[in-house]
């Protein structure tokens, strides 16, 4: 079975002091499409690379909208930039674009 | 006593400093580049510097340099104007130079002392004792002179009219000559009169849309274009004095009033040097760099030097040979269809050259739709996809992959002797494509490998083009692994995205075709059977079959068997693209869908039943864009008329 991201998680705190949404925030400013994400899952859905393993580009993008840029990095780094994720997203978000704005913000030291 | 006779005027300073500033330059410039060219680029030079491609690579200079043939194919218009400017120049130099040459040749034969008495006169002619310094009519009068030794500095030629009043009436040729030279200024006048237009009415010259030139540009423009108004004046000015021009000189000369002009004539020879100094001083400063810089480009490209993914010496060359003619401007979708001004070739070229800001470099490289339009249009053949992989070439971001995952996945399917078949990733959002060429194999009773049936594994190709390169190196490694191992005979796929991965950046052993070429051979060998109805259709050349990999004939072969094609406004290497060509990441959906608009527009302009295109991208991009047509791919449209 693929894992679209659809699992029920255990319940969790998150700590919203802590978080600091400054890449976030600047990846709207280059991704404007990226607003219009309403979580759906179709990205996930399609992935070339969610075939091969548990990559989920829907969890990604998620988990760096909250903040958590733990291990997103590597996990990037198995999309294989075929763009049909970006091709399927009903919403019309840039989702290539999406992933390349990340990897570059992950990279650069936090401000 | 031997005496030497030169020819002077202080006016030939100007112009001399001009040319030395110019060559040195210009060495200068050649000689840093050369020495930046890569290893593997230094090694082709090495391996095939003298070989007979210098033959090929002559005659295309000429052809290029010259002729302007490939600008004449595209615009006929453009290709007169660029051919008066630098045909036109050329002749007047070479036939001016052939003019002195002769007409020397002729005054040292004549060996008379009037003669050199007659020049002097003239004030720019010195006179000068072998050896010695500087002597005048009277000591010339007091000794037999035994030799008269004509010099010729190399800028006789340029100003010869001023210095060569009469010539020697045994040289018979002489009117032949000023005749000719003035139908050659004519000529170059033809072409100034065109640019003329073309800034002011561009679209009589058959160009949408001009390019927007720097100042630096402009200013050297300006003195170029008035060079050849000052020679003329000042030709016919000395023409009117002297009664030496051609037709066209001595025409305006006799207009004239010799009391009048005759101050000014030296003023005038002075200007023209002038602004002759001024063009060559800023020409290896501006796009005129181009005029030098083709040559050299053609010669490295003919001994098979090419981009590499660095920048290196010979993207220099390639940059400089620019000559911001805007061809690239005219098809861009972009620029047509989005009204974005900013990103063509041209400017992406002139921003790395100029060495502006990376940002803004970056900026014009990413926003490109690799839809290779302008690198098939450029009269100069610049590589310029290969110069914007260079500018996304992403560093440190592209270390490595993540895609220990694919291997352990690897089939253990025995393909030995079968077609391997490639479906490509896109193509799993277009099922009915690989279903069909599931069909056609069956009805071709041939055995087959659908390598990507369950999970695909991406060709590398959008990873490349978005300057991943050694991520994109780690998939083709991956892949070619898998088909080299599985014992296939031919691999066919149905992308074209991924057909131009496997057949240039891959470097596998056996066959690669595209599912177009595969049918078509099909067809040809008759191991499928079809009917042909009588749809009326029109077909879209995909960029990276079409432009990027050159199939335009096989489509059309398979399609013209099996229903009716209809041909279109803009098809083969002037198709627009759908839009969505993977080599582009900045547009928004809305401006993608508007160009696949444009792109259908060119498709439905004739009444058709069906639009038919071999990409599954392309296909995608038109049933996003259109309920009012069916959109087929031609694997599809065989698969439908199929004969068992
Ligand atoms: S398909 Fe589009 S809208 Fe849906 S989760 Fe992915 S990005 Fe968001
Ligand atoms: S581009 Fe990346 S995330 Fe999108 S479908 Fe392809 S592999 Fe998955
Ligand atoms: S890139 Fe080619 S087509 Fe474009 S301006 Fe330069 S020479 Fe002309
Ligand atoms: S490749 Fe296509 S989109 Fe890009 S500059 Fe050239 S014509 Fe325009």
Redesign the interface.
Known sequence: MPDFGFSIKTARTENLDKVSLEKYRELLRKVP?FKRCFQCGCCSA?C??Q???N?NIRKVHTSFRRGEYNLLS??L??C?????CT??CPR?V?L??LI?NM??LL?EPVK | MKIQVIPYNIFVIPFLVGVALLLVICLYKYIRWIGKFNKQQRDTIKKNWFSWKIFSAVWEMFREGLLHVKIFKKNFLLGVMHQAYALGWFLLIVVGFAESTLTMKYLQQENSVERVYQLENQGDWYVKEKGEGVIDELTLGNEEVSKINYKRPFYVSIFYRYFVHDVPSSFRNAHLFSNVMDGLLLYVFLGLTMAIIKIMYSRILGMRRTTRHTIVDRFSKFALWSIFPLRLLAESVTACLYGNGGFFTQTIGNLFDPMIVRGMEHSLWMFYSVMLSVFFVTLPFTRYMHIFTELFLIYFRKIGVKESNEKSGYTMFELNACSRCGVCIQGCPLDKELGNHKVQSVYLVRSIRNQERPGKIKMIADDCLMCDRCSVDCPVGIDLNAIRRIVRNKGTLDTKGNYSYVHENKYSFNAIGRIAYFGGCMSHLTPGITESMEKIFEAAGQKYWYMDKQRSVCCGRPLQQQGFLNQAAELREKNSDMIEKSGAVMLVTSCPICYRSFKTEYNLSIPVLHHTEYIDMLLKQDKIKVRKDDKKVSYHDPCELGRGCGIYEEPRSVLKRVTNLQKTRYQKDKSVCCGFNLGNTVLTVEQQTKICNASLKNLTSKPVDTVVTACPMCKKAFIRATNEYPVRDIAEVVAENLIN
């Open positions: 499409s399609t070339s690379a075939q091969y393993t990559f590597e996990e780094k198995k294989m930039l075929c763009g049909k091709l399927l019309g840039n290539r674009s390349m990897r570059q990279e």
